[in-house]
């Protein structure tokens, strides 16, 4: 999922995802060594960024006004973006 790159330590934030595939993406992750925070709604997205300033986000593919708004600001431009789709599969924004 990320080649190249050692995620080992750093913060996650999973939103909005269907429970199960949440559950799995959470444990692979934190079998990787990864600090995994979870919110169901993208409206307490933003605060759990401002307070965990994640590495990378997880996110419903559906929401791209999330996307769109860490891409807008400076200070969370850089943050990874990870889309899942309903069926489970991960595209890197």
């Not at 994640?54 to 996307?67: E, G, K, N, T």
């Not at 807008?72 to 924004?93: F, H, K, Q, W, Y």
Request: net charge negative; aromatic share 6%.
């Amino acid at each position: 999922m990320f080649e190249n790159t050692t995620i080992t330590g750093k913060t996650v934030l999973i939103v909005g995802i269907d429970q199960h595939i949440r559950r799995l993406i959470q444990v692979n992750l934190e079998r990787e060594g990864c600090h995994v925070e979870m919110v169901k709604y993208r409206v307490d997205a933003m605060n759990e960024i401002e307070t965990w300033r994640p590495y990378v986000v997880f996110m419903d593919i559906f929401d791209i006004a999330l996307a769109h708004e860490l891409r807008s600001s400076a200070a969370t431009c850089n943050i990874e973006i990870m889309l899942v789709g309903p069926d489970g599969n991960i595209t890197r924004l």
